[in-house]
Nanobody, 127 residues
Framework: QVQLVESGGGLVQPGGSLRLSCTAS????????IGWFRQAPGNEREGVSC????????HYKDSVKSRFTISRNNTKNTIYLRMNNLKPEDPSVYYC????????????????????WGQGTQVSVSS
C-alpha cells in the first residue's frame, strides 16, 4: 500500500521557520508530482504548493509565494516545504499528496485532484 509520510512540523514563533519533509515507504517519488496542502480546524483543505517530477516547475498559493519554497531531492525520495516568516494564518495540519496515475497533476492545487495522502504534520505558530 502506498503511503506518504510527513515530518518536520512543530511550534514556532511568528516570523519563524520550519522545513517539512514528505517521503514514501513504497512509492518512488521521483516519477510523480507532489502537492502540499493544509487544513485548519473548521476550514476546507487548501493547496499550498506543488512541484513536478523533475522539480523544474513549481506552483504556489498566492499568500505563501514569497515565504514558502517547495523542493525535492529525488535521490533521497523526499520532497520539502521550507516555510519562512510564518504568520498567524499559517497554523494547520500540513499534508503531502500525489496522484500516481497523473504525473501532470501539478499545477493543480485542488485537493480532489490528488488521491494518495499522508497523515499530516501539525504546524503551530504562537508567541
Amino acid at each position: 500500500q502506498v503511503q506518504l509520510v510527513e515530518s518536520g512540523g512543530g511550534l514556532v514563533q511568528p516570523g519563524g521557520s520550519l522545513r517539512l519533509s514528505c517521503t514514501a515507504s513504497v512509492l518512488t517519488l521521483k516519477y510523480y508530482a507532489i502537492g502540499w496542502f493544509r487544513q485548519a480546524p473548521g476550514n476546507e483543505r487548501e493547496g499550498v504548493s506543488c512541484i513536478i517530477d523533475t522539480g523544474r516547475n513549481t506552483h504556489y498559493k498566492d499568500s505563501v509565494k514569497s515565504r514558502f519554497t517547495i523542493s525535492r531531492n529525488n535521490t533521497k525520495n523526499t520532497i520539502y516545504l521550507r516555510m519562512n516568516n510564518l504568520k498567524p494564518e499559517d497554523p494547520s495540519v500540513y499534508y503531502c499528496a500525489t496522484r500516481p496515475l497523473d504525473v501532470l497533476v501539478c499545477p493543480s492545487l485542488t485537493s480532489n485532484d490528488y488521491d494518495v495522502w499522508g497523515q499530516g504534520t501539525q504546524v503551530s505558530v504562537s508567541s
